[in-house]
């Protein structure tokens, strides 16, 4: 069956096989939070994206040994079941630079704009999106063999960017970071993976980025 996206809390996970890279994608937790696991074809190193809750969930999902956690931002509800999970692999975890002090579990790799971080031969490239947070970081894996995959967190949603809770300047940040880092250098296929609910790719949204930047948020 084809990729959909469509996950729920207590449900099934959904996958993507990619050339090189397989997503799995699971819904955990209280908040509805979307959590991916991406495992490298060539050498079956795996990457979690957002331990956020319910870490037996995680674990099985894992199903055997994970190298990298990482945390799209500083928010409580993306990195709930964060302790148990390294507890349980031993995983490194990795965040951006900004955010890691607001995370109550150690960071051991720092993230800035334009790094690289691999899983096993897959290469993902962090984009530093300022406005939800100080923080907050998306992953790019360009797929050498299709389009680009985005991992937005809580920047990037269908119908609109991420919270800013009213303030004007974090929004027009945020937007901002979102249009000149991925909007601008990345095509109408790209597909994106959000902290929340369904999936989207930037050709559907594309068209309204002016409609949000007049509405304010």
């Known amino acids: 069956m084809s990729y959909h996206g469509a996950v729920k809390v207590g449900g099934t996970p959904d996958v993507r096989e990619l050339a090189h890279l397989v997503i799995t994608k699971v819904a955990v937790g209280p908040m509805d939070n979307n959590a991916y696991l991406l495992r490298c074809r060539a050498t079956d190193e795996q990457l979690l994206i957002d331990a956020a809750a319910d870490a037996p969930v995680l674990l099985e999902t894992v199903g055997h040994s994970l190298a990298t956690v990482v945390t ?26 900004i955010d890691a002090e607001g995370i109550e579990v150690g960071t051991d790799l720092l993230l800035d704009d ?30 050498p063999q ?33 249009e ?23 050709g559907a949204e594309r068209p309204h980025l002016g409609e949000w930047r007049a509405r304010g948020w």
């Open 72 to 97: 799209t931002h500083r928010h409580q509800d993306h990195w709930g079941a964060l302790a148990e999970v390294v507890a349980a692999t031993g995983a490194r975890t990795a965040a951006g630079r």
């Open 114 to 143: 334009g790094d690289t971080l691999r899983v096993g031969e897959c290469a993902l490239t962090v984009r530093h999106i300022v406005g939800h947070t100080p923080g907050a970081i998306v992953l790019v894996y360009d797929d």
């Open 146 to 178: 299709g389009h680009a995959h985005v991992f937005a967190g809580d920047c990037l949603f269908p119908g609109g960017v991420g919270n800013t809770w009213g303030d004007p300047a974090a929004f027009a940040s945020l937007l901002g970071d979102i």
């Open 180 to 202: 000149a880092k991925v909007f601008e250098p990345l095509a109408d296929e790209t597909w994106v993976y959000p902290g929340h609910g369904a999936d989207t790719t930037l």
